[in-house]
């Protein structure tokens, strides 16, 4: 499987955490012929296993939900020890287990593969152009807005490189991006995102609900999995809502960039695989750094590792949804130098 992490734990966390300063390991860790594939059966709390990443991370099967087809585990060291992360039935085949670990009864077992087929289907929603230019009108408006708000303030002087080398972000922007979001209410959401995110995209829901919005705003096509929480839209979290906070974080984006004469920015991934590189997975958020440090530790991969790429582009800053340089969240555990993309279908790489 490829082992990749460009500024984020892909679905099932993977990452390519190496001997670098970047991310912790264990020298020590256990040969992978202690362990089994994962399989459905193996979804039994209490039992202990690892990520399929290159530093092989531990976890611990905290619950099994039937009702929503999934599982959750609790990460058990790195950067993400203590994190809990619910994750679709399926998911299961990214970890392996310990050979001692209890089996599910076989009643349990025909429980879980009812769960994992019911939810197990595909989801597609292609874009509309005319909502795509509807949403365009609205980011622009939506600058207009923080320019209004920011009432003839200018956004901190920053020095991108200085930055990226020390990996981290400025706390000067981080009052800004509070105050624009905070004008919308939105600062909570904001907040709740940027964390779910961060630790992991596929756990949970939340950034589920957000790709299907993006796409029904014209942004990027969404291809995925269909929803497993029935009050994925409710509340804080209606479409509504989601929509608002993509076209201000959009909108922040591009003002944040543009204001500096900044049309393009150059990202970098890296991913390392156990076998052949397998082909591209359609994604509405792309996870880059702009670091090459962190992509380079995710090239080097682990023990395990067959194949590795190292992939570089100069992107347009309307790809931009988030970056650490204004992202708190985006600055502890993980120091990433992380930027999140808007999903391009046809882009191989990013």
Not at 76 to 81: N, R
Not at 250 to 274: K, P
């Amino acid at each position: 499987m490829v082992v990749e992490r460009s500024g984020k734990h892909f679905p099932l966390g993977v990452d390519g955490g190496s001997s670098s300063d970047i991310y912790a390991f264990d020298p020590n860790a256990r040969p992978d012929s202690e362990f089994v594939a994962g399989e459905l059966r193996h979804l039994v709390i209490g039992n202990q296993g690892r990520l399929l990443d290159a530093r092989r991370t531990p976890i611990t099967i905290t619950a099994v939900v039937l009702e929503t087809g999934g599982f959750e585990v609790e990460i058990g060291a790195f950067e993400d020890a203590g994190a809990r992360w619910e994750l679709p039935l399926e998911q299961v085949r990214g970890f392996q287990f310990a050979r001692a670990g209890t089996i599910a009864a076989s009643d349990a077992l025909a429980e879980l593969e009812r769960a994992a087929a019911r939810y197990d289907q595909e989801m597609v929603i292609d874009v509309d152009g005319r909502a795509r230019d509807q949403t365009l009108h609205r980011i622009a408006m939506a600058r207009k807005g923080i320019l209004d708000r920011l009432a003839g303030r200018e956004f901190p002087a920053i020095d991108l490189g200085h930055h990226i080398s020390l990996r981290e972000g400025d706390h000067r922007l981080y009052g800004v991006l509070d105050e624009v979001m905070a004008t919308r209410g939105l600062e909570q959401l904001e907040h709740e995102f940027s964390a779910a995110f961060v630790s992991n995209p596929a756990a949970g829901e939340i950034v589920k609900g957000h790709a299907i919005v993006l796409a029904e705003l014209g942004l990027c096509p969404y291809r995925g999995k269909i929803v497993r929480h029935p009050e994925l839209f409710t509340g804080d979290w209606s479409k509504a809502r989601r929509a608002e906070h993509l076209v201000a974080r959009l909108a922040f984006e591009r003002e944040l960039f543009s204001s500096r004469g900044v049309d393009t920015v150059t990202v970098y991934r890296g991913a390392a695989v156990d076998g052949a590189l397998p082909a591209p997975r359609p994604s509405s958020f792309v996870s880059a750094t702009l670091s090459r440090e962190v992509a380079t530790a995710h090239f080097e991969g682990g023990p395990t590792t067959r194949t590795a790429v190292l992939w570089r582009q100069d992107v347009p800053i309307t790809r931009l949804l988030m970056t650490f340089l204004e992202t708190r969240e985006m600055n502890a555990p993980f120091r990433e130098a992380e930027a999140v993309l808007i999903g391009e279908p046809q882009n191989r790489a990013f």
